[in-house]
């Protein structure tokens, strides 16, 4: 009888430990999503002059990484990361500080790998803090990496994202973007070809036109490469560039508003050079 007692007292108790980690599960996740959305927040505020939302956003999130029982939430943390490392490494003034910046953004994009291999925002994000990091080191950088910015964008375009679009939506067709850009960058010799630069340029904002989703980098890169080709293509870059310069940034996609400022002022000074 005392045995019997004390087997049925076992599952009482197990059950009841169950049910205790289960809520703590819950718990937790609640926690996590609630921090998740404070950062998406504070990253909303994102400002070219003034970093604080975005180191808020990080603390925030660096304390939340990890907690969740839900491994999605784990990776959505490390993707936001990612993405405000991205915006403060832009935002950096040294050289050092860019390359530490970038370093640690391509990091938590690949930790989010490690979460989950089938989402794109991983590959994405850890491509273009690495495409920065290149930069900001010089062009004999970016070729000893041009192959992992490469898989990057592949992988990024063979995946789907965490909304279950094709990895091509991601950032505004951010991988064709990528790759026109790398194109433009790279010297002939090294592997550089304006062509490949329109072609890529021309899908990323046919891509932008098809799904009404402006996004001025397309079309300021796509001019600034159309601006060293033929003259036809040096007018079509004027053009593009005019069309571009009429809308007001702070509404012309205004999810984006603090890129867009950005962004145009990039397009009207290119727009000067022409």
Not at 5 to 19: E, M, P, R, Y
Not at 120 to 145: D, P, Q
Not at 207 to 212: G, K, Q, R, S
Request: with cysteine.
């Amino acid at each position: 009888v005392n045995l019997r007692n004390h087997f049925q007292l076992g599952i009482v108790l197990g059950a009841a430990s169950s049910a205790a980690f289960c809520s703590a599960s819950f718990a937790d996740d609640a926690v996590v999503r609630a921090a998740l959305q404070s950062a998406r927040e504070s990253f909303s505020q994102r400002n070219a002059m003034d970093l604080a939302p975005t180191h808020k956003a990080l603390n925030t999130l660096s304390a939340a990484e990890g907690k969740a029982d839900d491994s999605d939430l784990n990776y959505d943390v490390l993707i936001l990361e990612a993405r405000a490392y991205y915006w403060n490494g832009e935002h950096a003034h040294s050289n050092a500080d860019k390359l530490a910046i970038f370093s640690a953004g391509q990091a938590k994009a690949d930790e989010a790998k490690d979460i989950n291999d089938a989402y794109a925002e991983a590959y994405y994000y850890a491509g273009i803090n690495l495409a920065r990091w290149a930069e900001t080191e010089g062009v004999f950088s970016a070729i000893g990496r041009k192959q992992e910015l490469i898989d990057y964008m592949n992988n990024t375009l063979s995946r789907v994202t965490r909304d279950g679009l094709s990895g091509e939506n991601i950032d505004g067709d951010g991988p064709n973007r990528v790759f026109g850009r790398l194109y433009f960058k790279l010297p002939g010799i090294l592997g550089g070809s304006h062509d490949r630069s329109v072609e890529y340029f021309r899908k990323a904002v046919a891509h932008n036109v098809a799904l009404n989703y402006p996004f001025p980098l397309n079309t300021a890169y796509y001019a600034e490469t159309l601006s060293t080709g033929t003259s036809a293509e040096k007018e079509e870059a004027k053009h593009i560039l005019d069309e571009l310069l009429k809308n007001d940034p702070k509404t012309y996609n205004s999810v984006r508003a603090p890129e867009n400022i950005e962004e145009f002022q990039y397009a009207r000074h290119l727009r000067s050079q022409l």
